[in-house]
């Protein structure tokens, strides 16, 4: 027999805790202790455990979920459930374990979806706030605001309850430096471009369900007061006196968009505060050659007092966190190399008189950094959105059951991952924030990184409306740049629309509605005898089905793997179906024929749903036209169409070509030029005529003649009444009319390439 006694005097240190081992029982075991006030670290295996209480009292949290641990509880842990044990109690919590290793068990655990599901937690995803300092280009929409819809869209289908959550992030430094190149006021330069942005997002299908304006939303300013002061009451942050650089010429205080230099950790140039090559961070003094960007003179140094976190104190607590979710290796290296440095004191205050000020009066004249600002921001989203649901979810109040996620590009890592919980921590040190993280590198433009300064951009409003939009989200899903940099072509998604979407998924679909006419009349058919192939295509369609599942799931999360998925489901029924063409007329083959288009007109069934949450325009297009209704939950099998159905597929148009460019115009000079700004505001084909009809044929309402009005109004300095705008006058007459208003000079600055 084995018999083996708990005797704490033989406990080590592991996990976060005290254990030891119980050898010979065929198994791994041990006993194990959890002082009062102390818990396990959080961690996942590919081992079965369980625990058994024996005595003491404290809680289970296992994927978010709390659950009582009481002398005579038992707890087994599937393999890859995280979990954690927490002695709520005065004494110790002792537990007696056992573990095993089952390859079948852990790879079934591996590939459940319900395990990886969120439950009835809330989860709330956001995609990094954009600056408004200009509008949004494909560079910027493939990255986090693509990621956060889909991600979000196949969250609901799964039955969860997720948000997408983002804003403008007005305070930002390169708000100012927009206004002064643009002869603005910062405050009008950033609701302006917040205003472009959620209308670019609009046309990308992305409606966020809370969009914050922080410079408009009169809570905000007192919200991230009170928390920047919870982040100084820890103590963990001081007051503290460092070198700072400073234009020579002007003594402005020089960080971010105003100075440039060689970053200290890799070489690259870079602007002061972040390097977007390799993420670190810079204390803008440790630049090497720095330059400022407001004068030709050499920057000097002096003392100035910040308030200060000492990151490197907090590296425990970081590796915790990452320790907790989703933490791509991408970021933990970049941890890892960051807290490879004796000190890490980042300033989270900076002279500007734009931002926020903190309450306390230690340091006049500066706000509070805007990345730290961010921090808050996320939870005062959360709270907007919570007032308008109906929730009790505050700021000041974090809940434990709040599932984040976070989308950002791989410049902002340092913030996302590791600043933003070393600040949670001091704000909020009884609150354990449970946060997923998906990052993407730079998108780049044939070959060279998106610039706006450089007009080396594609710009959202440039190249979505209607007819457009699913066939960019496809494009975008399928090379975003999520593992390394990847590059946008115009050739290769012309290629993608009219050789893939057009040339195969669409050619495929109204080949299969034009066979289901001619020999059903147009109704689905019902499956007669099966064949060995018929049963092994039903099998790859269910692989199929799980792969796309895995590739939206909050583990995996790939859109780059989704986009495949979807791709390779399409090119595999596309051969099913021509190896079943071959007997498809021959007599006494009639009912295995019926099978085979079942089957064909179950996969398009399946890529209306796998397609949702990527394209949801072109599934909700196909769902309705196999007379199913708009897609909204996730497929949990492969299923036949009712026998019976109606079939529009025939001449069903899914996808359109680019339109050929628009021949020159023989009207007025700015006749283009305006057709272009209507066909962007009522969202129509760049090929739709619009010169000859007036606005109120076109069916512009009123509100989107304020924005036409507004446009009209920045370009050219010409104001025209609603009267006008919405009058008999046809678009030509309006640009023959805006002409004769328009100076010279305000017409000599529309470029030639710009009418056009």
Same mark, same amino acid.
């Given at each position: 027999?084995? +018999?083996?006694?708990?005797?704490?005097?033989?406990?080590?240190?592991?996990?976060?805790?005290?254990?030891?081992?119980?050898?010979?029982?065929?198994?791994?075991?041990?006993?194990?202790?959890?002082?009062?006030? *102390?818990?396990?670290?959080?961690?996942?295996?590919?081992?079965? $455990?369980?625990?058994?209480?024996?005595?003491?009292?404290?809680?289970?949290?296992?994927?978010?979920?709390?659950?009582?641990?009481?002398?005579?509880?038992?707890?087994?842990?599937?393999?890859?459930?995280?979990?954690?044990?927490?002695?709520?109690?005065?004494?110790?919590? !002792?537990?007696?374990?056992?573990?095993?290793?089952?390859?079948?068990?852990?790879?079934?655990?591996?590939?459940?979806?319900?395990?990886?599901?969120?439950?009835?937690?809330?989860?709330?995803?956001?995609?990094?706030?954009?600056?408004?300092?200009?509008?949004?280009?494909?560079?910027?929409?493939?990255?986090?605001?693509?990621?956060?819809?889909?991600? &979000?869209?196949? %969250?609901?289908?799964?039955?969860?309850?997720?948000?997408?959550?983002?804003?403008?992030?007005?305070? =930002?430094?390169?708000?100012?430096?927009?206004?002064?190149?643009?002869?603005?006021?910062?405050?009008?330069?950033?609701?302006?471009?917040?205003?472009?942005?959620?209308?670019?997002?609009?046309?990308?299908?992305?409606?966020?369900? %809370?969009?914050?304006?922080?410079?408009?939303?009169?809570?905000?300013?007192?919200?991230?007061?009170?928390?920047?002061?919870?982040?100084?009451?820890?103590?963990?942050?001081?007051? %503290?006196?460092?070198?700072?650089?400073? #234009?020579?010429?002007?003594?402005?205080?020089?960080?971010?968009?105003?100075?440039?230099?060689?970053?200290?950790?890799?070489?690259?140039?870079?602007?002061?505060?972040?390097?977007?090559?390799?993420?670190?961070? @810079?204390?803008?003094?440790?630049?090497?050659?720095?330059?400022?960007?407001?004068?030709?003179?050499?920057? *000097?140094?002096?003392?100035?007092?910040?308030?200060?976190? /000492?990151?490197?104190?907090?590296?425990?607590?970081?590796?915790?966190?990452?320790?907790?979710?989703?933490?791509?290796?991408?970021?933990?290296?970049?941890?890892?190399?960051?807290?490879?440095?004796?000190?890490?004191?980042?300033?989270?205050?900076?002279?500007?008189?734009?931002?926020?000020?903190?309450?306390?009066?230690?340091?006049?004249? =500066?706000?509070?950094w805007v990345w730290p600002e961010m921090s808050y921001g996320f939870l005062h989203g959360i709270q907007n959105l919570g007032s308008r649901l109906g929730k009790n979810w505050k700021a000041a109040e974090p809940h434990?059951?709040?599932?984040?996620?976070?989308?950002?590009?791989?410049?902002?890592?340092?913030?996302?991952?590791?600043?933003?919980?070393?600040?949670?921590?001091?704000?909020?040190?009884?609150?354990?924030?449970?946060?997923?993280?998906?990052?993407?590198?730079?998108?780049?433009?044939?070959?060279?990184?998106?610039?706006?300064?450089?007009?080396?951009?594609?710009?959202?409003?440039?190249?979505?409306?209607?007819?457009?939009?699913?066939?960019?989200?496809?494009?975008?899903? *399928?090379?975003?740049?999520?593992?390394?940099?990847?590059? +946008?072509?115009?050739?290769?998604?012309?290629?993608?629309? @009219?050789?893939?979407?057009?040339?195969?998924?669409?050619?495929?679909? @109204?080949?299969?509605?034009?066979?289901?006419?001619?020999?059903?009349?147009?109704?689905?058919?019902?499956?007669? @005898?099966?064949?060995?192939?018929?049963?092994?295509?039903?099998?790859?369609?269910?692989?199929?089905?799980?792969? !796309?599942?895995?590739?939206?799931?909050?583990?995996?999360?790939?859109?780059?793997?989704?986009?495949?998925?979807?791709?390779?489901?399409?090119? #595999?029924?596309?051969?099913?179906?021509?190896?079943?063409?071959?007997?498809?007329?021959?007599?006494?083959?009639?009912?295995?024929? *019926?099978?085979?288009?079942?089957?064909?007109?179950?996969?398009?069934?399946?890529?209306?749903?796998?397609?949702?949450? &990527?394209?949801?325009?072109?599934?909700?297009?196909?769902?309705?036209?196999?007379?199913?209704?708009?897609? #909204? $939950?996730? /497929?949990?099998?492969?299923?036949?169409?009712?026998?019976?159905?109606?079939?529009?597929?025939?001449?069903?148009?899914?996808?359109?070509?680019?339109?050929?460019?628009?021949?020159?115009?023989?009207?007025?000079?700015?006749?283009?030029?305006?057709?272009?700004?209507?066909?962007?505001?009522?969202?129509?084909?760049?090929?739709?005529?619009?010169?000859?009809?007036?606005?109120?044929?076109?069916?512009?309402?009123?509100?989107?003649?304020?924005t036409l009005q507004y446009q009209i109004l920045e370009a050219l300095d010409v104001d025209l009444s609603l009267e006008e705008l919405l009058g008999s006058q046809d678009v030509d007459a309006l640009a023959s009319l805006?002409?004769?208003?328009?100076?010279?000079?305000?017409?000599?600055?529309?470029?030639?390439?710009?009418?056009?």
């Amino acid at each position: 027999m084995i +018999f083996n006694v708990y005797d704490s005097s033989t406990l080590s240190e592991a996990f976060g805790i005290d254990m030891n081992s119980v050898d010979g029982l065929g198994t791994g075991a041990g006993w194990g202790r959890v002082a009062p006030g *102390r818990s396990s670290a959080s961690h996942q295996h590919d081992e079965t $455990e369980f625990f058994v209480i024996v005595s003491g009292r404290g809680e289970f949290v296992v994927d978010g979920r709390r659950l009582p641990a009481a002398p005579g509880t038992v707890a087994l842990f599937e393999p890859f459930e995280s979990h954690v044990l927490e002695n709520t109690g005065d004494d110790d919590l !002792v537990f007696l374990t056992q573990y095993w290793r089952d390859a079948g068990r852990a790879l079934a655990s591996a590939r459940n979806a319900g395990r990886k599901s969120f439950g009835e937690r809330p989860v709330f995803v956001f995609s990094t706030p954009p600056t408004p300092n200009g509008d949004l280009h494909l560079g910027h929409l493939s990255g986090p605001y693509l990621g956060a819809d889909v991600f &979000v869209r196949h %969250q609901r289908m799964t039955g969860a309850d997720a948000w997408h959550l983002t804003g403008s992030d007005d305070y =930002q430094s390169y708000v100012p430096a927009a206004a002064r190149a643009e002869g603005r006021e910062p405050a009008e330069t950033a609701a302006h471009y917040s205003a472009e942005i959620a209308r670019t997002l609009s046309l990308m299908d992305i409606s966020p369900d %809370q969009y914050t304006v922080t410079d408009a939303d009169a809570a905000y300013r007192p919200g991230l007061q009170d928390f920047f002061s919870r982040v100084l009451a820890s103590g963990t942050a001081r007051l %503290q006196e460092a070198d700072a650089l400073f #234009d020579a010429e002007s003594g402005q205080y020089l960080y971010e968009v105003d100075v440039k230099g060689g970053c200290p950790g890799c070489g690259s140039g870079t602007s002061g505060n972040i390097c977007e090559e390799c993420g670190e961070p @810079n204390t803008v003094t440790d630049l090497a050659e720095p330059v400022s960007t407001r004068s030709a003179a050499a920057p *000097r140094r002096a003392p100035l007092s910040r308030w200060t976190v /000492p990151l490197h104190s907090l590296r425990e607590d970081v590796g915790a966190h990452h320790r907790l979710g989703r933490v791509p290796a991408r970021l933990r290296e970049l941890s890892d190399r960051l807290f490879r440095r004796p000190s890490l004191d980042i300033p989270i205050s900076h002279p500007a008189s734009w931002g926020v000020p903190p309450a306390e009066k230690d340091v006049e004249g =500066q706000v509070i950094w805007v990345w730290p600002e961010m921090s808050y921001g996320f939870l005062h989203g959360i709270q907007n959105l919570g007032s308008r649901l109906g929730k009790n979810w505050k700021a000041a109040e974090p809940h434990q059951d709040w599932k984040i996620v976070h989308f950002f590009g791989y410049d902002n890592s340092f913030y996302h991952s590791i600043l933003y919980p070393a600040l949670y921590r001091m704000a909020f040190p009884g609150w354990t924030p449970d946060i997923d993280y998906h990052v993407n590198e730079f998108y780049l433009l044939e070959g060279s990184k998106f610039s706006t300064s450089r007009r080396h951009a594609i710009w959202g409003k440039e190249i979505l409306n209607a007819g457009s939009v699913d066939a960019v989200r496809y494009f975008l899903a *399928r090379t975003r740049p999520e593992g390394t940099r990847t590059n +946008f072509q115009r050739a290769a998604y012309e290629s993608a629309l @009219n050789d893939t979407l057009i040339g195969t998924w669409q050619s495929w679909l @109204n080949d299969l509605g034009s066979r289901v006419a001619k020999r059903y009349g147009g109704r689905a058919p019902d499956a007669g @005898n099966w064949t060995p192939e018929h049963s092994a295509f039903l099998s790859r369609l269910g692989a199929r089905l799980d792969a !796309v599942t895995g590739a939206l799931g909050p583990d995996g999360f790939s859109l780059n793997q989704a986009a495949a998925e979807l791709d390779a489901l399409v090119a #595999d029924t596309v051969r099913f179906a021509r190896q079943e063409s071959l007997t498809a007329e021959t007599a006494g083959w009639e009912d295995e024929t *019926r099978t085979a288009i079942a089957l064909e007109l179950a996969a398009a069934r399946l890529l209306a749903h796998a397609a949702a949450p &990527v394209m949801p325009r072109f599934a909700a297009a196909l769902a309705g036209a196999l007379g199913l209704t708009v897609p #909204d $939950e996730w /497929p949990s099998t492969v299923e036949l169409l009712a026998p019976g159905s109606e079939i529009r597929l025939t001449d069903a148009v899914f996808f359109r070509p680019t339109p050929a460019p628009t021949p020159v115009h023989a009207g007025p000079r700015l006749g283009p030029w305006l057709a272009h700004q209507v066909r962007t505001v009522l969202q129509l084909p760049d090929d739709e005529p619009v010169n000859s009809l007036n606005l109120h044929q076109l069916g512009m309402g009123s509100l989107q003649a304020v924005t036409l009005q507004y446009q009209i109004l920045e370009a050219l300095d010409v104001d025209l009444s609603l009267e006008e705008l919405l009058g008999s006058q046809d678009v030509d007459a309006l640009a023959s009319l805006i002409e004769e208003r328009a100076e010279a000079s305000a017409l000599a600055a529309l470029t030639e390439a710009e009418i056009r």
